[in-house]
């Protein structure tokens, strides 16, 4: 399992039975219809910050949006720096 700090692709995770074995509030996640979630990488100087994370109905989340949500995550690095405990 890579650490934060690790590089980490995108992570996708569909369908209920993704979703079920991921997360313990899947009950809560499906109530809002979320049956997928896409984990976008927030980098910063070739160190992996921590995750944006969005989600979905299953089939939502593709290579294409995956793309278009990295511009995003990279917009979130000082959010992510500001709140860093030193």
């Known amino acids: 399992m890579p650490s934060i700090g690790d590089f980490v692709?995108?992570?996708?995770?569909?369908?209920?039975?993704?979703?079920?074995?991921?997360?313990?509030?899947?009950?809560?996640l499906a109530e809002f219809g979320c049956t997928s979630r896409m984990c976008v990488p927030v980098r910063r100087a070739g160190r992996t910050l921590g995750s944006m994370n969005l989600d979905g109905d299953e089939g939502r989340h593709t290579a294409l949006t995956a793309a278009l949500a990295q511009p995003f995550a990279t917009l979130a690095v000082p959010a992510f720096l500001a709140t860093q405990v030193a």
């Open 9 to 28: 692709p995108v992570h996708f995770i569909r369908g209920v039975e993704g979703m079920r074995a991921t997360f313990g509030d899947c009950a809560a």
